[in-house]
């Protein structure tokens, strides 16, 4: 079986892939390991060699073709990809997109960094440049191979991690992949109520269903609730780390919150999120 995996930085991929190798044997290709190895190769660092790469292609393409003759020569085994890209270029794979919060993910590496392309002031810091590099990669890959990396129609599952615990990611993506191999996987977005936010009426034309399904739109990778907002209270009230929602289409006029709604919002819900979308 081949799972593809993706996602913001700071969603926990690394973790992720020794999970799936230590405890099911799967074998793990990270195109991460080839940009090192090119790095070395040129006598260069691993930060150098990412500014190098957003000028010049040829990287990419060398990652590319690696995949690709990966996967071919691979198949039938066990493998999970740790790539931006391979869901693209591994058609037969269960494609898996991680989402996190910036200001958990800001949280987490401003904690965790270990190389010299992790050198942040502060958790804000290490937040904001993240979110920069959030635009910056999103933009290198429409351009590059003209495809939207947060368009979430691209995977079957897209999971946001903030809430929950690196074990807890790991048992949820192994029981979706068990569901997915058996055929007739239902694609699905799975999300935390606490890095959703709350968007005012768009039309008559959106109304609460008896669904628990909370309807969304996504504008620059920020999830937001239309007409939904009391299945998110009662999720938050229940304690629910992540529930199931149905991205529809929407783009930044349907949003019409201001940051002192999101203020009376975390007052109601008795929680605060850690990164605002929005500004005065």
Not at 52 to 66: M, Q, R, T
Not at 185 to 190: D, P
Request: charged content about 30%.
């Amino acid at each position: 079986m081949y799972i593809t995996i993706n996602g913001q930085l700071g969603s926990g991929k690394s973790e992720i892939c020794k999970f799936f190798k230590d405890e099911h044997g799967f074998d793990v290709f990270s195109t991460g390991r080839i940009q090192r190895e090119k790095a070395l190769l040129e006598g260069i660092s691993t930060l150098e060699m990412n500014e190098k790469s957003g000028k010049d292609y040829s990287l990419d393409y060398l990652i590319d073709n690696a995949t690709v003759k990966f996967a071919k020569e691979h198949q039938g085994e066990d493998v999970i990809f740790d790539s931006r890209l391979a869901w693209h270029f591994v058609e037969e794979s269960f494609k898996i997109h991680l989402l996190v919060s910036p200001g958990e993910a800001g949280r987490r590496v401003f904690h965790n960094r270990k190389t010299e392309e992790e050198k942040y002031k502060s958790r804000e810091d290490a937040t904001n440049q993240l979110v920069q590099r959030r635009s910056l990669e999103a933009e290198r890959y429409l351009k590059v191979y003209n495809v939207v990396m947060n368009d979430y129609n691209n995977y079957n599952l897209v999971l946001d991690t903030t809430s929950l615990s690196i074990k807890e990611v790991c048992e949820i993506l192994y029981n979706e992949a068990c569901e997915y191999k058996k055929g007739n996987y239902k694609n699905k977005i799975l999300a935390s109520p606490k890095n959703i936010y709350p968007a005012k009426k768009v039309s008559d034309e959106y109304k609460e269903s008896d669904s628990d399904i909370v309807d969304i739109i996504c504008f620059n990778d920020v999830m937001y609730a239309i007409d939904g907002n009391e299945k998110l209270k009662a999720a938050n009230a229940q304690g629910k780390k992540i529930i199931e929602v149905n991205l529809i289409e929407g783009n930044k006029e349907n949003i019409s919150i201001t940051l002192n709604d999101l203020y009376e919002w975390e007052k109601e819900n008795e929680f605060n999120y850690a990164y605002y979308p929005i500004s005065e």
